[in-house]
C-alpha cells in the first residue's frame, strides 16, 4: 500500500469516505475548515455521496440523525464553540440510537476562545456534553496515521453499538501533514431493520426519543446504560510507551502525547526513567489499565493542553494508589518538548 | 354492491387521538393520511413529526416515521430525502417548531428548494406547554406569557410564514388554509395533495400552513374557536395561494446537485 502525505483535516475526510460514509453536514469554522472542504470535494465523486453545508452546527448535528435513520454512513465535523451547538443532536442521536461520527478538532476555550490546538472539550467529550442518561465513544488519535485508522474504526463502532462516536483531535492534528496508510476498510454490518426507508407494504416503523412513560423511559435508560458497560469492556484502547522501566509515567493524549514523547526522547538520553501512557479512548477511559499499572509505578504526571480535566479521569482510576502531580497550558498555548521536558525533570527530581 | 364513499384512512392507525376535544391536528393528520391513501404513497412515505403537540403522530400515522427535535425536522427530512430521493419526505410542523426556534432550518430548506412538504399549523398558541405566546400570536392575542394580550412593543409582530416563504425563490408551492369549515377542510386537503403531488413530480419545496383550532388554549368552544379562525384569524393571516411554480417547466430538480 502507498503511503500518502496529507494534512490531518483531509486524512479524517479521506477515511471517512473510504470507510463508506456517504453523508456529509458541516459548517465552516476554524481550523477544522479544510475537512468540510475535502468532503465537499470528494463526496461528489463518491457513488450517492451527499454533502451540504448546513445553515447553522445545529441543522448539520440534526441532518446526519436523519441520514443515519436513513441507513446511511454519516458524519460532521466541527470546533469547539461548534460541537457546544451540536450537543442537543448528539443526545438525541444517543437516545434514538443512531450511529454516526462527530469530529472535534479543538480550539482554545471556553466561549469562542481562540483558533489554536487545546485540549479544554474533554469534559465535554467524554461526560456526554448533552443532557441526559448518555455516553459517547471518543477517540483521541495521536497521529496522521490515528486519524486514518480511529476514523475507520469509529464508523465500525458507531454502527456495531448503535450510537455516535467522537473524534477528538485538535488544530495541531488537524493542520499537520504526515505520511499515512489507508486499511482496507471492513464491509459494513448494519441490519436494515434499523433503517427508516418507508414501510414497503409491511408495517411501518418509527423512531422516538420521547419516552411519555416512566416505566419506558427508565427501561431505556437502562439499555443504554448496559451498553456502555459492553462498551467499556471491549473497546477501551491506550499505547504505553517505554514504561517499563518507568520510574515516572506521563499520562497524556493527542497531541499533548506527542510532545510527552518527544520530552521523553530527550530525558531518556539522560538515563531518566519516564515512560508515557496514553489513552486512545478517552471514553471508555482505559482506567483498569492505569490502575494495574500503578502497582508498579508509583509517581505519574498528567500533561493537558487544558487546566486538568483529564486528570479526574486519572486520580479516579489510580483511587489514591499513585502520586500525580500535573502540568497543563490551555487557551492554545501549546508547548515545546523542550519545556515539558524541564516540567518532567523537576518532578522526577523531587521523586527520586 | 354497495360502494365505500367513507372509510378510516389505512395510512391512519386505529389508536385514539390524544389531541383536545376540538384540536385541529386530527383533522389535518387524517387529511394527510387520506392524500397519502389515494396517492397510493403509504409504502413509500416518511414523516417527520416535531416537538410540540403532535410529537406523538407516529402513534397515528401508519407511514415510517422519526421524532425530530424542536424546530429540526426540516434539517432531518433534507438529509432523508437526499439519500432516498425516490420517497415522499413531509415534516409536520407547529408555529413554535417552525418559526421561532426553527426558523433557520425551515427558512434554509425552503431557500435549498429541497424536494420535502411542510405541513405548518399555525394556532396562535403553544399548545403542548400551555398556552404561551407563539411568534405568530396576533397582536393584543392574550397568552399565559402575554397576559395584557400581545404588545408590538415588547412581543413584536406574528410572523407571517406563508408570506415569507413565498418570496424564497427555492420554494415552489406555498399555500394558507383553515380547517374552520368543511370547505375549509376540502381546500386544506386539495393543498396537501397539491404539496405531495409537486414533490413527487421533483418540483421543490412545497409548504402548507393550517389555520388550526387550539380551544384549549383559546378559552372557546370549538364551535366559537372556528368563528375565531374565520372572523379574527383569517384577517391576519389571509387564506391563499401565496405561491404556486408547479405548472412551470424549468423549475424542475435538476438543480440538485
Request: aromatic share 8%.
Amino acid at each position: 500500500m502507498n503511503k500518502i502525505l496529507m494534512s490531518g483535516n483531509n486524512v479524517i475526510g479521506e477515511a471517512a469516505i473510504r470507510a463508506g460514509c456517504r453523508f456529509y453536514a458541516g459548517y465552516p469554522i476554524t481550523p477544522q475548515n479544510e475537512l468540510t472542504e475535502y468532503m465537499a470535494e470528494h463526496m461528489r465523486n463518491a457513488e450517492g455521496g451527499v454533502f451540504i453545508q448546513s445553515e447553522s452546527e445545529v441543522a448539520a448535528i440534526n441532518m446526519i440523525a436523519g441520514a443515519a435513520a436513513a441507513g446511511v454512513r454519516v458524519m460532521t465535523s466541527s470546533s469547539g464553540p461548534g460541537i457546544s451547538l451540536k450537543q442537543e443532536g448528539i443526545s438525541s442521536m444517543a437516545a434514538q440510537e443512531l450511529p454516526g461520527i462527530i469530529v472535534n478538532i479543538m480550539r482554545g476555550g471556553p466561549g469562542l476562545g481562540n483558533i489554536l490546538p487545546s485540549q479544554g472539550d474533554y469534559f465535554q467529550a467524554t461526560r456526554g456534553g448533552g443532557h441526559g442518561d448518555y455516553r459517547t465513544i471518543v477517540f483521541a488519535p495521536g497521529s496522521c496515521q490515528e486519524l486514518a485508522d480511529l476514523t475507520m474504526d469509529a464508523f465500525d463502532l458507531a454502527d456495531k453499538y448503535r450510537t455516535p462516536a467522537m473524534i477528538l483531535a485538535d488544530g495541531m492534528m488537524g493542520q499537520m501533514m504526515e505520511p499515512v496508510i489507508f486499511k482496507k476498510p471492513k464491509p459494513r454490518q448494519y441490519p436494515e431493520k434499523f433503517m427508516l426507508r418507508g414501510a414497503g407494504s409491511g408495517k411501518s416503523k418509527f423512531i422516538r426519543g420521547l419516552l411519555l412513560d416512566p416505566v419506558d423511559s427508565e427501561a431505556h435508560n437502562w439499555k443504554l446504560a448496559r451498553k456502555y458497560e459492553v462498551i467499556s469492556e471491549n473497546e477501551t484502547r491506550c499505547e504505553e510507551h517505554r514504561i517499563d522501566d518507568a520510574k515516572l509515567v506521563i499520562v497524556a493524549y493527542g497531541t499533548a502525547a506527542r510532545i510527552a514523547k518527544g520530552a521523553i526522547k530527550r530525558l531518556r538520553s539522560h538515563d531518566m526513567k519516564i515512560g508515557l501512557f496514553r489513552p486512545i479512548t478517552l471514553w471508555p477511559f482505559p482506567e483498569m489499565r492505569l490502575r494495574t499499572l500503578s502497582e508498579k509505578v508509583n509517581n505519574f504526571l498528567v500533561f493537558e493542553m487544558s487546566t486538568g480535566q483529564m486528570l479526574e479521569d486519572v486520580r479516579l482510576a489510580l483511587q489514591g494508589y499513585a502520586d500525580i502531580e500535573f502540568h497543563g497550558r490551555p487557551g492554545g498555548a501549546v508547548p515545546t518538548p523542550a519545556e515539558l521536558a524541564n516540567v518532567i525533570a523537576r518532578v522526577y527530581e523531587q521523586k527520586d | 354492491m354497495a360502494k365505500i364513499v367513507f372509510k378510516h384512512p389505512e395510512s391512519l392507525k386505529e389508536n385514539i387521538f390524544h389531541y383536545c376535544p376540538g384540536c385541529g391536528h386530527s383533522i389535518v393528520h387524517r387529511l394527510v393520511a387520506e392524500v397519502i391513501d389515494e396517492m397510493g404513497i403509504r409504502g413509500i412515505t416518511i414523516g417527520v413529526p416535531p416537538a410540540g403537540c403532535a410529537v406523538l403522530a407516529y402513534n397515528y400515522f401508519d407511514v415510517d416515521m422519526i421524532e425530530a427535535l424542536h424546530g429540526r425536522g426540516p434539517a432531518m427530512a433534507t438529509a432523508i430525502k437526499r439519500c432516498l430521493p425516490d420517497r415522499l419526505v413531509f415534516s409536520y410542523q407547529g408555529d413554535g417548531d417552525l418559526a421561532a426556534i426553527g426558523i433557520a432550518e425551515s427558512f434554509h430548506a425552503a431557500n435549498r428548494g429541497e424536494n420535502i412538504s411542510v405541513i405548518f399549523i399555525n394556532n396562535a398558541v403553544y399548545g403542548m406547554t400551555g398556552g404561551q405566546m407563539a411568534p405568530t400570536t396576533m397582536l393584543n392575542q392574550r397568552s399565559t406569557t402575554t397576559p395584557a394580550g400581545r404588545k408590538q412593543a415588547v412581543d413584536g409582530y406574528p410572523v407571517k410564514v406563508s408570506e415569507i416563504f413565498s418570496r424564497l425563490d427555492g420554494a415552489t408551492y406555498v399555500e394558507r388554509c383553515a380547517v374552520s369549515s368543511p370547505t375549509g377542510v376540502n381546500k386544506t386537503k386539495k393543498a396537501i395533495r397539491k404539496a405531495f403531488q409537486c414533490q413527487m413530480a421533483g418540483l421543490g419545496f412545497s409548504l402548507v400552513e393550517v389555520l388550526s383550532l387550539c380551544p384549549t388554549n383559546w378559552k372557546l368552544s370549538s364551535v366559537d374557536s372556528c368563528k375565531y379562525i374565520d372572523e379574527v384569524m383569517s384577517k391576519v393571516f389571509p387564506p391563499g395561494v401565496y405561491k404556486d411554480q408547479t405548472g412551470q417547466s424549468g423549475k424542475t430538480a435538476e438543480a440538485r446537485p
